[in-house]
Structure formats: C-alpha cells, structure tokens
C-alpha cells in the first residue's frame, strides 16, 4: 500500500472576511459605549518619588491631574509620605486606562517631565524602565558605561532616539523609555549590552545604518570612546634562592633556660634576679628621660639665620671708606704731634686743614 502524498495547506481556504489591505495589528482607539456600566470595583496604585522631585511634582500636579480627570481617573499628591496615587472612579470607562495611569506615575517619580510623561496615556504609547542599578558592582565602571549611554553632549541618546523611535531618559539607576514595543525592545537589549561591557551603543548604531547605503561608509570614530595606552609596569615575582641539600635537620635553637644557663643568670637567687630586673629598667627608664628632654630642649634652640650679603654695596663706596678713614688716621697722628709742640685748639687745626685741603683741589 503506498501512502497517500501529504499536501502541505490541503486545509487552507479563502476567507472572504480576512482581507490583506486590514492591519491586524492596529489598536482601535477605545470607545466608552463598550463599557457603558463602568467598573465594578476600584483599583489603585501608588509609587514613592524621591525628595528632589517634590518641587516640580508640585508645579505640575494640575496639569497630570487635567490629563487623568479626562479619562475618569482620581490622583493624589501626599507629600507627607512622599507618594502618588492613582485610582478609579465611577466615571472610568476603559479598564487597561489604570494600567496606564501607574506608568504615568512610574515615570514622573523617574524624573521623566510631565509634558512627555503624559503621552503614555495614547494607546499607541508604551513606556519600560529599566533597571541598570544591579548589572554592574563597581561604582566608577558604573557611571563611565552610562555615560557612553550618554555620548558627548548626549549625541549617542539622540542618535538611539532617533534609531528606535523612542525617547530615552538616563536617570540615576534606571533607563526610562517611551515608545512602541519594537523600540522599546531594541532600546532594552542595546542599554543591557552597553552596561553590562558586551558592545557599545554606537556599534549598534552603526549595524544598523549600515543597512542604508547612503551611510554605510560615514566615520562613526569621533563618537567612540578614545583610551590612552598605559604601559603598566609588571611586578617582578620575587623568587628564593634555593639552598643546598643537607640530610640531617637544622640545628634546634636555644630555650630560654639554656640562655640562663649559659649567662649563670638560672644559678641567682630570686632577690638577685629581681634586683637584676630592676637594675635594667633603671637604665631603660634613664635613657627614655633623657632622649624625652633633648625633644623639649629642641624646641628652645635656635635655628641658623641665613647669612646675608649686602649687593647694594658696590666696591667703590668700600674703597671710599677705607681711604677716609686712614685720612682721619694721619690727621690725628698730626694732631697729636702738634699738640705735644704747642697746645693748638682741635676745632682751629680741623677747621684749617680743611682749608688747605679745598685749595689743593681747586689747584689740581
């Protein structure tokens, strides 16, 4: 018996309902006649912000407040305890609308602004935070692979906004992402891959322009990271040198009372011993009083002062001094031997000298 052959899709027929100009994946915008009870129960949410939040959170509270009062939606701003809640209403006709509103909260708390935080409430918008805080132990490695998340003035954020189609926030420990599901998948395994060191953003980047021919061949360098080369010195592995084989054992070291034994100390009384003891902490006590002093006196003495040379004094003016002070010499020996001829008043004899002195200079 041979078996019949198999016809892959024998089974498939037209479907005259199912036509290929209808996009299976659009999301109809809701509308309340689906739901026109409303909600049986109510559902809440509620996330913590941190403190520096709190300021802008209060500016703009009235304008997240309007944007949820539309669609049926009560929020609270506690202060107290530092927290945003959201919850339904009677009025709230869309269930998945709570679900959204948790996400608007999610990221005001993440610093995202509230103009861009809003936008999550279109059907078409989906927001994923993700948290990079854990992916990598060391602080510092930490912050250099965020930045590269960053670029140099934030041209690798702009770059991946534009690539995905989705806007991107670096914030602290967590990356916030706005947009459609295939952005936001693209956005989460290019963050992962740049924190956790397996490539770089701009590697991404580049895969994925270079499907565009226009920019497979543009020079992405000045957007990677430039290291400097460190030549690291090595540590020399120090290694023992090897003694020479013996068989027999190392000599076993002196105990305590062979040392005695040796000195004769073990053959002294106790009252000896004791004597001894107080003799040595004697002398220790002597020398550490003396070395304290000579600290204390240290401080007392004085320190050397810098010899200092006199420059404004040329060698003219010295001559000139040792000239007039051998004129003065002779003028006294002169004196002297005047003096001892006939008693001459001094004031008269350095008066006329002087005198004599002018009239050789005028003469010369």
């Not at 004085?302 to 420059?311: C, G, I, S, V």
Request: aromatic fraction near 6%; hydrophobic fraction near 30%; include cysteine.
């Amino acid at each position: 018996m041979n078996p019949k052959p198999r016809h892959k899709g024998k089974h498939d027929k037209p479907k005259p309902w199912d036509d290929p100009s209808i996009d299976h994946w659009k999301i109809e915008k809701f509308d309340p006649s689906w739901n026109e009870s409303g909600l049986l129960e109510v559902s809440s949410f509620s996330t913590l912000f941190p403190q520096y939040r709190e300021k802008y959170l209060q500016e703009c509270w009235p304008i997240v407040k309007g944007a949820l009062k539309e669609h049926g939606i009560a929020c609270e701003l506690n202060l107290v305890e530092g927290s945003m809640t959201v919850s339904t209403t009677m009025k709230t006709k869309d269930p998945y609308i709570i679900v959204k509103a948790r996400d608007l909260i999610k990221l005001l708390s993440r610093s995202v602004p509230a103009p861009q935080a809003v936008k999550i409430l279109n059907d078409e918008m989906h927001c994923d935070i993700i948290k990079i805080g854990s992916m990598v132990r060391n602080k510092d490695r930490f912050v250099k692979r965020r930045q590269y998340l960053v670029g140099p003035n934030s041209s690798t954020l702009k770059a991946l906004e534009i690539l995905t189609g989705c806007y991107i926030l670096v914030q602290g420990n967590t990356v916030a992402a706005m947009g459609s599901f295939k952005g936001l998948k693209q956005v989460r395994r290019i963050v992962e891959d740049c924190i956790q060191n397996k490539m770089h953003p701009l590697h991404h980047i580049k895969r994925e322009l270079a499907k565009n021919p226009a920019l497979a061949s543009e020079n992405w360098d000045r957007f990677l990271p430039q290291f400097k080369k460190k030549n690291v010195k090595q540590k020399k592995v120090k290694t023992k040198e090897k003694k020479p084989y013996t068989p027999f054992p190392p000599p076993q070291p002196p105990s305590k009372i062979d040392q005695q034994l040796e000195s004769g100390e073990y053959f002294l009384s106790d009252k000896k011993k004791l004597a001894k003891q107080w003799e040595e902490k004697q002398v220790k006590q002597a020398e550490k009083v003396a070395e304290n002093k000579k600290k204390r006196e240290e401080a007392f003495v004085p320190p050397e002062e810098p010899k200092r040379h006199n420059q404004d004094v040329s060698n003219v003016d010295k001559d000139d001094v040792t000239a007039m002070a051998s004129s003065l010499k002779k003028k006294a020996k002169e004196f002297r031997k005047q003096k001892s001829i006939d008693k001459i008043d001094a004031e008269e004899f350095i008066a006329g000298s002087s005198k004599t002195s002018k009239k050789k200079s005028k003469k010369l």
